[in-house]
């Protein structure tokens, strides 16, 4: 078939909002039964209303009823709402925020009645011995404000259904815990920590417990509680696991300035040190926004091997470390194009599974076996996230990522990711010497990785004869921590001359139009988007350097979230924006978009769940208001149901639908009538 040519921006595409919404499935977890070995995992599906639904491998049926949604909103952002210990499979429950057990066919509620949904669990370890006692994160929305929530770690006692605390302090609301471990005899147990104004990823601190059984009342307790890596504000200590029961195994971003890489590490009763024989330049775990996303496993019962995910130029890379020597050895053949692996869980000896993302085909649960002294992998797929109805997309037709690293003015290194327009049934524009529009997109976080998997938004757009653009800027995550601590202080100016700074670098003015450049993000990334259009700071707002914008749940009243937003982040600005709200007054008025909405005269695009408690719908609300007083360009959707990020179908196919039709109507129709 001949090629056909059109305006960027204008191509015909088969992959549409509809094809994109109808069948969205995302693996957000996979676990394994210690015991017995099966393999379990929790797929998200816009279908059924964003259902998160537990399924176990050897059957592809689920474990509980067709209305259970297995998800919690710990932290909010959830994660490690289940886990299997011996064939019974424990989930929390979004729908009553009950933990529930499920064995042969028999489901009951472990945890007390909760019908104001006050308590939130998430993140189980089954004691070894006890297996009816499960340590897990208590949050008590007993008083529901931000400032007055309180997390603890508790023991649920799934035979008499109680709940009773384990450690609990008098600052439990301004403390967090993740990450609960027993060691392999029941005898220690290991957990993170951190407290406000720490995020994890900041300052975690791990602490380790001798553990007391008492059998007159069949509980637990904990004594000689001992810190043994992280530091509050400056080391970060995440994933602790068990490598025995004298070696706790995890990450820690200790080390030289300048020189500060989330690596290995190991305590012993001996002492605490790095596992590798010198520092790898590269992240092995991604920031703990969401809970349980282990980033390594053991191979063998003895802890002595781990295979590892690290990252590097955006990508994950597996990696089999030797615990007992230092050494690492890289694993990967023809069939490993694995962009993004996430929730690493050992089956058995060199054998484990984990969620894995690619570049050019729909994610997957899959199950790796290295074999012989080369440590040969062989993937096997579980279970895809690829579409069972929808008719195939045309072969090339996806547009593949490729990664940049763009210097920038004072030999500034700033990380992107290109997608050409890529349609094969145009050969390019109709239009002599036309660039493509671009979409830029900015990530959330802000501490974040825009990674390079395969993404039908971006390949909607893509196939329609647009370029699509990711900025990880300063502040991002997984290129070491001096990189992420660009953005110390500097919220809102560094995230935003990056981007724009970006777009006029000499690589991207070669393959983008830059005066037909959108930006767009969400939550953070919304505000990131809506800081470069407004801010005085910004000079893309001086000059209207960006042709359209869409925010998704963005932020745009600092002094706002610095009251209202949940606990997990209420105080993530102190150190992003260089102290309180009380102590610099003028940053948090000088970099809220809302005080500078008479600036704005790029046209904005607003979309905002209603539902939202991580950024409120007030902070979409007030931006709207600014612009339409000052007779600026703005059209806004709020969507009924929908929390922070879109989970029903219907609202993922709307949401598309407003970009393309936004985008046409102010950047890409407009030149081309011209």
Known sequence: MSQKYAPYGLWESPITADAIAEDSVSMSDIFVDPVTKDIYYIEQRASEGGRYVLLRNQTQTEVFAKDFNARTRVHEYGGAAAIAYNGTVYSSNFADFLVYAAKDGKIKPITPEDPKKIYRYADFCVHPVHTDLLVAILEDHTHDTPQTVRNSLCVINSTATTVTALVCTEDAQKEFYAAPTFSPSGDKLAWQFWEHPDMPWEGGQLYVADVHYNSNTHTLSLSNTKLVAGSASTISACYPLWASNDNLVFT??????????????????????????????QDFCMPPWTLGNYPF??????????????????????????????????IKNEMFDFVDIEHVRRISDYSFVFTGLRSNAPGAAMLCTLTGPSLEPNFQVLRSTASTSAAPFPEGIISLPTPLELKLAGDKIVYAVYYAPNNPAYAG?????????????????????????????????????????????????????????????????????????????????????????????????????????????SAASKTKFFASATSNYGISNLEL????????????????????????????????PVYFSARIETPLLVLQGNDDEVVPPAQSWTIIDGVIKNKGHVEAHFFDGEQHGWRTSETIKKAIEFEREWYEKTMVRVSVSK
């Open 252 to 281: 820690s971003d200790e080390g030289e300035e300048g020189n500060r890489f989330a690596n290995l590490w190991e305590y012993t009763q001996a002492r605490t040190k790095p596992v590798l024989s010198s520092v790898v330049q």
């Open 297 to 330: 496993a053991f191979l063998d019962n003895n802890g002595t091997k781990a295979i590892c995910v690290a990252w590097r130029g955006g990508r994950s890379v597996l990696y089999v470390v030797d615990i007992t020597t230092g050494s690492y050895k890289e």
């Open 429 to 537: 524009s109709s239009i002599p010497n036309e660039k493509p529009p671009c979409v830029l997109g900015v990530h959330g976080g802000p501490t974040g990785l825009e990674t390079q998997n395969l993404n039908w938004l971006k390949q909607y757009f893509t196939s329609r004869g647009y370029a699509w653009l990711d900025i990880n800027y300063g502040g991002s995550s997984c290129y070491g921590r001096a990189y992420v601590e660009r953005l110390k202080g500097n919220w809102g100016v560094t995230d935003v001359s990056d981007c724009i700074e970006a777009v006029q670098s000499p690589e991207l003015c070669s393959l983008i139009d830059t005066k037909r450049t959108a930006i767009r993000g969400g939550s953070s990334g919304g505000y990131t988007a809506l800081a470069s259009i407004s801010l005085a700071s």
């Open 561 to 592: 979230l610095a009251d209202d937003t949940h606990k997990f982040e209420l105080m993530y600005m102190i150190k992003l924006l260089g102290g309180t709200k009380a102590e610099i007054p003028h940053v948090y008025h000088d970099r809220s």
